[in-house]
């Protein structure tokens, strides 16, 4: 039987790059911690303070970022928190604190921190399998203020905007179909850019995936076979009880 035009079913899927070589954790870093759980924020202040001179990973920058705007908070120091966590926040804007464990003072300069600076939050594109013209893929994103977001493919030679939109604070998603100037995107890895712009503030964030392709039969709907003709339906008449009737009456 004949095969109708050859159609693509995509797959995108979300593709885990390597985590970069870390350096070792800092044991000032480590001490601040431990002072910040003991209680003696002070201490923790000057340990995290003298962590950030050292040359640190980024996952130990963030960490002592976190202690000591979590101390100076303590210490009623209520500025240099929310400067403080608003560097940790840039840094590792996914990073969230633990509500149920700090007072709800502190958790509040977490939030006024997140409002004062622009970061792309949250980003995620759905592992999902359709045919290309006929699904989508959704594509989530959070920025932390009113800005313009962007989104743009990069991969497979392949550098083109896709969406372009005025995003309010909160998740934002985006459906788009794996096309680039009406054709499906060549199978590969691809980069998302999500690029936030305020006025001179601009922030971006990336995304891997990857799309796979497979071939989809979309041969027609079959309505008749050649060498078979189509045999006629018996088809029963409603019963008629008139005639007796009618010969009864007469009888």
Not at 122 to 148: C, K, M, N
Not at 184 to 205: C, D, F, K, M
Request: contains cysteine; glycine residues 6%; aromatic residues 8%.
């Amino acid at each position: 039987m004949p095969h109708g035009p050859c159609r693509w079913l995509m797959l995108l899927s979300v593709l885990a790059f390597p985590a970069s070589a870390r350096a070792q954790t800092s044991e000032t870093v480590q001490s601040a911690q431990t002072a910040f759980n003991d209680f003696e924020y002070e201490r923790a202040v000057q340990l995290a303070e003298a962590a950030l001179d050292e040359p640190l990973s980024e996952s130990d920058r963030v960490q002592a970022f976190e202690v000591l705007g979590y101390s100076y908070g303590i210490l009623d120091q209520a500025d240099r928190a929310v400067t403080t966590l608003s560097q940790m926040i840039l840094i590792d804007p996914d990073r969230e604190p633990d509500r149920q464990a700090l007072p709800p003072r502190i958790a509040n300069l977490w939030n006024q921190a997140f409002d004062q600076v622009l970061v792309v939050r949250g980003v995620l594109v759905d592992s999902i399998q359709f045919v290309s013209g006929e699904g989508a893929v959704t594509i989530h994103y959070e920025v932390s203020r009113p800005a313009t977001a962007t989104l743009r493919l990069l991969g497979a030679g392949i550098d083109d905007v896709i969406d372009s939109r005025l995003a309010n604070p909160g998740s934002s998603r985006f459906d788009w179909n794996a096309q680039v100037d009406g054709a499906p995107v060549p199978p590969g890895n691809y980069q998302l850019l999500i690029t936030a712009s305020e006025g001179r503030n601009e922030y971006q964030r990336l995304a891997g995936f990857t799309v796979s392709h497979s071939p989809v039969d979309t041969l027609a709907h079959v309505t008749s076979i050649d060498g078979f003709e189509k045999v006629p339906e018996t088809e029963v008449p409603p019963r008629d009880w008139r005639p007796l009737g009618v010969s009864t009456l007469l009888t």
